[in-house]
């Protein structure tokens, strides 16, 4: 299967999303403590490589300004 970028960057709202549950009610925190982790660690490392890539020149404003909203909102 080939892959075009679209299917990581789902697994990054895949993140945000168990994140958002996981803030809304505390028994979904618990029943997924070991993912919170993972999941916040993939999406601060996620923000920086945003970061870097924003000040590169790499990624449009909007696009950078859309996905840190979302990222930090759950971080």
Do not use: P
Not at 18 to 26: G, M, R
Not at 28 to 52: G, I, N
Not at 54 to 67: E, N, R, T, V
């Amino acid at each position: 299967m080939k892959l075009n970028g679209h299917e990581l960057e789902m697994s990054y709202v895949n993140d945000i999303q168990i994140l958002k549950k996981c803030k809304a009610n505390k028994a979904y925190e618990v029943m997924f403590f070991a993912t919170v982790s993972k999941c916040k660690a993939r999406l601060k490392e996620r923000l920086e490589r945003l970061e870097k890539s924003f000040s590169d020149g790499f990624l449009d404003k909007k696009a950078y300004q859309i996905w840190k909203q979302m990222i930090t909102e759950v971080i």
